[in-house]
């Protein structure tokens, strides 16, 4: 692709092979837009209803549940598979609705270009559809209209482009045709500095110009864009990755454990449709079915919980993801600024001060803000504002000292003006002063001071010496320092109004100064100290100039030192690998592009980082794409930055990303105390069946006990989990490491639980035997031979004490070192409510005889209830004890 920025207009328009007289010819305007195509954004196939249903059940836990609900309607088991259905199609069902938002972005993007252009063709000018557009057209630009494309101005008239959308700026930028960047730094010039340039989607805020059309479509900038967010990976967040290694093992474990069963049975001379029950019954075991339905649960009920705290979460992995957010990179303009020029400091009578310092009764300082004022073609109230966001400031400033524009123009009645130019770089009017006339002048000190032959100090209209030039020059070094935009402020006073305007800006007497700057937001600071705290760090990335972004980062403890400040200049020298190596000591990336910010989060992914990137603009949506976390602005971010992102501030607010990300870890660690509920569980139900089939014992629970217990029994207690009060100390902790386990430091824990639930289940098998049977002896611990009833009742016995025991057992998890008695019992009614409603569920099925039928299980007399119970809270107890040995 051509630099054109690096070439003349001659040749601009030679290699474009177009005219800027006469424009193109409409016939050579047809052939063009045939081979280049339509100006407009090529949106990224979609998928279809069924690849998105496949994408949903392609997963090794989903085929090893399809395949038992196939073999259990193969054998008659209806009721077995039925259930396994609905929770596959349940799963399902919950992910495509969560992804039906997913791929907005790019048609955000297309709806950005304008709808109109105006061309000049056959000499003369037209107003066309801007899909019509084709290089080589000649287009002309005027303030409120939208750049159709990319385009190399051949005139420039005081012509000034809002490029923040695509590069971070936080003003807009003054265009000159004229501009020709050094031969030796023409390939390295920023899209920010391309002052010959104008850019598709981006809107001319003052002044007019012509371009000649460089590039359409998807070969524009914002085509660039668009195709980088083509290309941006659908990464899967920490959780996903763990989930997706424990549905491996877990679906290894599940067919294992049948191919073992089918051994052990064929040598103890089973039935082959036992052998087959036997060996569902195990795979179903293994399995904890309700487990992807539960973490999308939790996660949906912490995404209505985030909504309370600003924070829009479109896609559900986002939200534990923030959890373990190790590096937020943070876009500067309107994140952690606030988005607007704002007056800070001034020079005027020899003072040198914060603008609240300002003195109004001091003649002069009170005549810098009536210049500030007056000299000004915006306007503001406090309900709307419109002009330049310089001139805005300017009028901000001498409102917060009453001087209204409204109410200081029907005093001071402007008579005439000589407007700003990019030229001259400075702007005068006229206006009437009792018996006199004052010209204000405003501009580039470098173009005003040299201007000046007299001073206003001490009340007084003084010859200005060196020593007041060297004093001035100072000020405005010191504010150039603190990254402050300086602008310089002039008058003249005369006897009458009939003056040549043009001649005000000669023999000008000095006011004084102003530095104003896109101030940081008020809360940032807190926010990112807070960050360091949690092990966080915060990376500024912003396409503003590399002072600015300093001086805003040292303000709010980003950076230090100017060594952690790199430019975009400097990045394209670096390839990934030396990027990668240098990442962790760089903490500003100034004057970036859209690309530059790929690349860094990228980098600091590639060191192991889990990464959130904030942004606003059209500029940062393929890297909150690229990232963990894209989080996008809701007040000042375009739809194309929103449609891109994973969560969005509903107030724009760097604080509310800290209140996610609190929010996230202890989501996480509700989700992880699921997670590791299920789990155990069912290890315990693999203990139970396995020991019972490897003694030679009839099965103690069929198939229909641990699909109920694993979708009913378990699932109300694990979503109590998941919605368990925050954890108050979560910020103190450091960010989750990338390859942590999901089980890390759990699975003795996990262990454990599983061989006391899966014991107690088989002492509840044995001892029900043996009352049913009236059987007193100890040995053999489970009769060889026994009636059908009294194994119904021995099962029974099993599947109470198994289904009572882990609703026990919930409450282990809600700390592994605090006592449930000092956590409060009672502090998670949700829990409770579990716990409750799961018994009398269990009742319920014990006792209605149709329930009980379908169930395959045997009343119970009160004594059994009583044995029942006991055994239950034997978990809670060992657990109890454990923590208390740990205390000490």
């Known amino acids: 692709m051509s630099n054109w920025y690096s070439k003349t207009k001659t040749q601009t328009l030679r290699e474009l092979e177009t005219n800027e007289q006469q424009g193109l010819s409409e016939e050579i305007a047809k052939a063009r837009l045939k081979k280049y195509g339509k100006n407009e954004l090529v949106m990224k196939k979609k998928r279809t209803l069924g690849q998105r249903i496949f994408a949903q059940i392609n997963d090794i836990l989903v085929y090893v549940l399809l395949i038992a609900a196939l073999i259990s309607a193969f054998v008659g088991e209806w009721a077995d598979a039925s259930i396994i259905a609905v929770v596959v199609v349940l799963n399902a069902v919950i992910g495509i609705i969560q992804e039906s938002k997913a791929e907005q972005a790019l048609e955000a993007l297309k709806k950005m270009a304008t709808p109109k252009a105006i061309v000049k063709r056959d000499s003369e000018l037209k107003e066309i559809p801007s899909e019509n557009v084709v290089p080589g057209d000649i287009v002309l630009l005027d303030a409120g209209r939208y750049i159709p494309c990319d385009l190399r101005l051949l005139e420039a008239a005081n012509l000034k482009i809002e490029e923040s959308a695509l590069t971070g700026e936080s003003v807009p930028v003054d265009k000159d045709a004229a501009y020709n960047p050094s031969k030796k730094n023409c390939e390295k010039v920023p899209i920010g500095d391309q002052k010959n340039m104008a850019f598709m989607s981006t809107l001319v805020t003052y002044g007019r110009g012509v371009g000649v059309a460089t590039q359409t479509g998807m070969h524009s900038q914002i085509g660039k864009i668009a195709t980088l967010l083509h290309q941006a990976d659908d990464e899967t967040t920490p959780l996903q990755k763990s989930l997706a290694q424990v549905g491996k093992y877990l679906g290894f474990v599940s067919v294992a454990i049948c191919i073992i069963m089918f051994f052990i049975g064929f040598f103890q001379g089973r039935d082959t449709l036992e052998m087959f029950m036997t060996a569902i019954s195990l795979a179903v075991a293994a399995i904890p079915e309700g487990l992807p339905a539960i973490v999308s649960i939790v996660l949906a009920i912490g995404v209505q919980r985030m909504i309370k705290q600003n924070v829009i979460i479109r896609k559900l992995p986002a939200v534990e993801a923030l959890g373990s957010v190790t590096i937020i990179c943070s876009d500067k303009t309107g994140t952690l600024t606030q988005n607007k020029m704002t007056v800070t400091n001034f020079y005027s009578d020899c003072t040198y001060d914060a603008l609240e310092n300002l003195n109004v009764n001091n003649d002069v300082q009170r005549l810098l803000l009536e210049n500030m004022v007056l000299c000004n073609d915006a306007s503001y109230n406090s309900e709307s504002q419109t002009g330049d966001p310089t001139e805005i400031a300017l009028l901000v400033a001498g409102a917060a000292f009453d001087l209204q524009k409204d109410v200081l123009e029907k005093k001071h009645k402007r008579l005439s003006e000589f407007p700003f130019d990019s030229n001259r770089k400075m702007m005068s009017t006229l206006h009437e002063y009792e018996d006199s006339y004052f010209s204000m002048t405003k501009g580039a000190i470098d173009r005003l001071l040299p201007r000046c032959k007299h001073i206003f100090k001490d009340g007084i209209v003084q010859p200005l010496t060196e020593s007041d030039k060297n004093e001035i020059v100072a000020a405005a070094q010191t504010m150039s320092t603190e990254a402050l935009r300086v602008l310089s402020f002039a008058f003249k006073q005369y006897d009458n109004e009939h003056i040549n305007i043009y001649e005000a800006e000669e023999n000008l007497i000095f006011i004084g100064l102003v530095g104003m700057i896109d101030p940081p937001r008020l809360e940032v600071k807190a926010a990112i100290k807070e960050c360091k705290k949690a092990g966080i760090r915060t990376v500024m990335i912003t396409g503003d100039h590399k002072d600015t972004a300093f001086a805003i980062a040292k303000e709010l403890g980003i950076a230090k030192k100017e060594s952690e400040v790199i430019v975009g200049t400097q990045l394209d020298n670096l390839s990934d690998e030396q990027l990668a190596n240098e990442i962790n000591h760089l903490n500003v990336f100034a004057r970036v592009s859209p690309e530059h910010k790929v690349k860094i989060v990228k980098a600091l992914r590639a060191k192991g980082n889990i990464v959130s990137m904030t942004g606003d603009g059209v500029n940062d949506a393929p890297s909150l794409k690229q990232a963990d976390v894209g989080v996008a602005m809701g007040i000042t971010g375009t739809d194309v930055a929103k449609g891109a992102a994973d969560m969005v501030l509903t107030d724009d607010n760097f604080s509310s990303i800290v209140k996610a990300v609190e929010e996230g870890r202890n989501i996480y660690h509700n989700i992880k105390k699921s997670i590791l509920f299920l789990l155990s569980c069912n290890f ?95 040995f053999p611990l489970f009769p060889s031979k026994i009636a059908e009833d009294a194994l119904l009742h021995a099962q029974t016995m099993a599947f109470v004490t198994l289904s009572f025991s882990q609703l026990v057992h919930s409450f282990n998890l809600r700390s592994r070192t605090k006592s449930i008695f000092s956590i409060g019992i009672f502090t998670n009614k949700y829990l409770v409510f579990s716990l409750l409603i799961g018994v009398c569920i269990q009742v319920c099925i014990i006792s209605i005889p149709p329930l009980a039928s379908i169930f395959g299980v045997h009343t119970l007399t009160v004594k059994d209830w009583g044995f029942v119970l006991l055994l239950s809270i034997v978990p809670l107890l060992i657990n109890e004890i454990i923590k208390i040995l740990k205390r000490q």
């Not at 203990?687 to 694993?710: K, M, Q, S």
């Not at 999901?742 to 824990?749: A, M």
């Not at 088989?762 to 009352?771: C, D, E, Q, R, T």
């Open 684 to 778: 315990g139900e693999i203990i139970a069946l396995f020991l019972a089939i490897l003694l030679g014992w009839a099965t103690p629970l069929r198939p229909i006990h641990i699909l109920w217990v694993n979708l009913i029994t378990d699932t109300l207690p694990a979503l109590s989990l998941g919605v368990d009060p925050e954890d108050p100390d979560v910020m103190k902790e450091k960010p989750r490491r990338v390859k942590e386990s999901l089980f890390s430091g759990s699975i003795p824990f996990l262990i454990l639980n599983g061989i006391i639930i899966g014991l107690i289940t088989l002492i509840a098998f044995i001892v029900g035997a043996k009352l049913y049977t009236g059987d007193t002896n100890l």
